[in-house]
């Protein structure tokens, strides 16, 4: 049976998911690790979201993330290579009851950085637009309830003109 699409309203106890589980990374990904962020709709205050908290490591060197992969799956990950973003590495943790998502990009690719950063960043400074996409996710997600590719079609539009007017936001 598919995975149900659970959207929940903002919960405190995500920011501290978020530390212990960037101590973890740290641990594993050692002297290669730049920086660690919080992004995704569990980053953001009020911003109703599925409970998945989303990750994104910056390394200096992507290749050298591969040889940890058993490290990670000793503490619960899935490894899923690049999952449909070039040079990324994706990690999911929580099987079919999803609880944390890992996306390592290198210092280097800044567009794809950037990108998550500027969302984040830009639904935190307006509550409006926040607002906005929680309607718009907690709508979807009784629409589609058993139905993630529904789901996330939904969102889509919405998500690829936010993430625009984020960069646009960002930059000037």
Known sequence: M???IEVVS????????????????????????VEIHHIGSTSVKNLWAKPVIDIMPVVKKISLVDKHNKEF???????????????????????????HHIHIFEKSNQTEIQRHLAV?????????????????????????????EGYC???DPFVKTMERQALEWKNE
């Open 2 to 4: 598919a995975r149900k």
């Open 10 to 33: 903002y919960r405190a106890e995500w920011e501290k998911m978020f530390i212990n589980e960037a101590e973890n990374i740290r641990k594993i990904l050692g002297e290669n690790v």
């Open 73 to 99: 799956e000793q503490i619960g990950y899935e490894c899923k290579g690049e999952f449909g973003i070039t040079g990324r590495r994706f990690f999911m943790k929580g099987g079919d009851n999803r609880t």
């Open 120 to 148: 984040r960043d830009y639904l935190r400074e307006n509550p409006k637009k926040a607002e906005e996409y929680s309607l718009l996710k907690q709508k979807l997600a009784i629409k589609f309830t058993f139905d993630s």
């Open 153 to 155: 079609n939904g969102k």
